[in-house]
């Protein structure tokens, strides 16, 4: 049963635009979610988190939005630069169990 | 600051055999998780380590353990090997419940034959 889900197998965005990732959950106890970011031949690397408290989360030109009523959880990139090329995971945690999707590969066209 | 760091990079292995996999965790780091990660998917959790007990376990059988050691490195056990085994095989490190952010290594890549 898959609990966080990244419906989007692939997105591509030119540079400078604002590139949207999305994922879906279905279990409402998680406390903190999460994305991830992973270049190929690496492990993920951690971009940002949002508790589940909050609805909003920002870091520089990464924005996470958190609708609970929904289950949904959002990145915005702006403005998309060609090094955020990557294969992104969002991720949840309950307690000591943590879930990832499937991802969302990110192309940033110059 | 030393990141996480796994050993080997690449395993090759035959089915019914048993694996050992190594973590080194980041510097200042109590906690360790192991994923596996097959292809074209997303991470899965396996166990999660702390102060050398197992803190939290995924849907994997009793063939998958694991050992915390007082440095907090760790390593992943697989016992009876299946094909399926397959994967890339991620260790995490992370300060225990500082928001759940864990520090990821490259990976070992194991193949089951």
């Known amino acids: 049963d898959q609990q966080v889900k990244q419906n989007s197998p692939s997105l591509s965005v030119q540079e400078g635009r604002i590139s949207i990732l999305n994922c879906d959950y279905t279990?409402?106890?998680?406390?903190?979610f999460l994305w991830y970011k992973k270049y190929p031949a690496e492990g993920p690397t951690f971009l940002i988190s949002?508790?589940?408290?909050?609805d909003k989360n920002e870091d520089g030109r990464f924005t996470v939005f958190l609708n609970k009523s929904a289950k949904h959880l959002s990145l915005h990139i702006v403005p998309s630069q060609p090094g955020d090329s990557a294969v992104y995971f969002c991720?949840?945690?309950?307690?000591?169990?943590?879930?990832f999707g499937t991802g969302t590969s990110l192309t940033v066209i110059p | 600051e030393t990141g996480v760091t796994q050993s080997p990079t690449h395993l090759i292995k035959t089915r019914g055999q048993q694996v050992t996999l190594r973590c080194s965790s980041q510097?200042?780091?109590?906690?360790v998780s192991w994923y596996q990660q097959a292809l074209g998917q997303g991470p899965q959790f396996i166990f999660q380590?702390?102060?050398?007990?197992?803190?939290g376990r995924g849907n994997f059988p009793p063939r998958f353990s694991g050992l915390q050691f007082p440095n907090y490195s760790s390593e992943l056990n697989v016992n009876a090997l299946e094909l399926d085994d397959s994967a890339l095989y991620l260790c995490?490190?992370?300060?225990?419940?500082?928001?759940?952010?864990?520090?990821f290594g490259a990976g070992t890549r194991l193949s089951v034959l």
């Open positions: 380590y702390y102060r050398e007990e197992e803190n």
């Open positions: 510097s200042g780091h109590n906690t």
């Open positions: 991720a949840a945690s309950e307690e000591n169990q943590f879930y």
């Open positions: 949002i508790s589940s408290i909050k």
């Open positions: 279990n409402s106890m998680f406390d903190y």
């Open positions: 995490a490190s992370s300060k225990y419940r500082a928001q759940n952010i864990q520090y």
